[in-house]
């Protein structure tokens, strides 16, 4: 597993297709989703490894309920008893273990084909529970990781929520509300399309820096004018 330093404060977690991140603002680390089931021992030893000391992790966000997400997630509470925070309308299918809920697939041949095999594989698929002791709602500022503003950004799941980190000069942790790459892109599922499409709006409108993915690569500079040149135009 990779440890990048994206800023002084900003760490991103490599895990091949998903990427978790890490905020350390001096006293606790903040971990901003987990990868997938059996990955906490390598991201405590990949903090350990960068000489950010893993006993200092007291706090896991969480984007939204799939398992690339959350897999990890109830071994790293029982290993740090770090607080876990997910928005209030994901938080009881977190503390049960589920992983998905009907969705459609985005509008790209690769949803259309792929979409249907990931349900009927996963859809009844639990995990283990992991108690949420933080549950949030738009517009709530942690004063944790230098300050961060908790953006409800649904559409991906109905409870998704991003993470602009206002100490980093508005880098925006986006979870799957959107995919990186060149420009930014559909996630691959939505469970409310309609919502999904307002909300890439809606980051054209925000004030973002940086744009940091889960999947796909980051966008440096100057991010909402690349989310209002994607999506301003889509009427659905």
């Not at 001096?26 to 990868?35: A, E, P, Q, S």
């Not at 992790?57 to 997910?86: C, F, Q, R, W």
């Amino acid at each position: 597993m990779k440890l990048i330093q994206r800023t002084e404060n900003l760490y991103e977690l490599s895990m091949g297709m998903i990427k978790a991140f890490l905020i350390d603002n001096g006293r606790d680390l903040v971990l901003i989703d987990t990868g997938i089931k059996g990955k906490a021992e390598a991201i405590l030893r990949a903090i350990d490894k960068a000489a950010l000391d893993s006993s200092r992790l007291k706090h896991i966000l969480i984007t939204h309920l799939h398992s690339d997400h959350t897999g990890s997630l109830h071994d790293l509470k029982e290993k740090t008893s770090a607080l876990v925070y997910a928005h209030n309308l994901e938080a009881n299918a977190i503390e049960e273990g589920k992983i998905l809920r009907d969705c459609v697939p985005a509008p790209s041949l690769m949803s259309q084909i792929s979409v249907p095999l990931i349900l009927k594989m996963n859809k009844d698929k639990r995990i283990m529970g992991t108690t949420v002791d933080v549950r949030l709602s738009d517009g709530d500022f942690l004063a944790i990781g230098g300050g961060i503003r908790v953006v409800f950004s649904p559409g991906h799941t109905i409870g998704h929520v991003s993470f602009l980190l206002q100490k980093e000069q508005n880098i925006l942790i986006t979870g799957d509300a959107a995919w990186g790459g060149k420009k930014p892109g559909y996630p691959l599922l939505f469970e409310d399309l309609n919502l999904g499409i307002q909300t890439l709006k809606m980051l054209g409108n925000m004030n973002i820096s940086m744009a940091l993915f889960s999947h796909g690569k980051g966008i440096p500079k100057e991010a909402s004018p690349q989310f209002r040149e994607r999506f301003s135009r889509f009427q659905q």
